[in-house]
């Protein structure tokens, strides 16, 4: 099956570092049997709680590159400086081979790469910060970042939230209950 021949819809949550699209994308495959979580490769390291091939599957930098030059890749992006991610082309024909619609937390360009592929397919969910203030607080309060890393990911962020006009619903993380809420009424829309 080529690229071209996948008829499910392909929904994608995407937003800045600390938005919470990762619970609210974990929250939605709870609330729908239909999404699949497709699994995206990562060349970063791995962190303690994370399971290689549930939260990402984790490949050197060398890997990364052979299987982009053997072009494997539906979508990928050096997110930060020597940190690829990518989505797998044979992950999204295994998911809608079942039958199921996949379900893909991505980073801003990434899900506007897949919009580009599949222009018809493709939902996009931006995860929107209430304010960038909050977001700094957000990823302050994790631990997980320096300063350094604190600032790229903040000048990121800023350039992720000048894209959401892309995408196709916007939904303020500004209390979770409700993100959540509207996230599902936005597939809703996609999926019945």
Known sequence: MILSEIQNPIIVIAGPSGSGKSTIFKFLLTQFPTLCLAVSVTTRK????EID????????EEEFRQRLENNEFVEHEEVYTGKF?????????????LGKVPLLELDVKGALSIKEIFPDRAYLIFIDPPSIESLETRLRLRGTESEENLKIRLERAEYEISQKVHFDAVVINDDLSIAQTEAVECVKTVIR
């Open 53 to 60: 091939g549930e939260q990402y599957h984790f490949i050197t």
């Open 46 to 49: 791995i962190r303690g709680h």
């Open 85 to 97: 991610y990518g989505t797998l082309t044979s992950e999204i024909h295994k998911i809608t081979d």
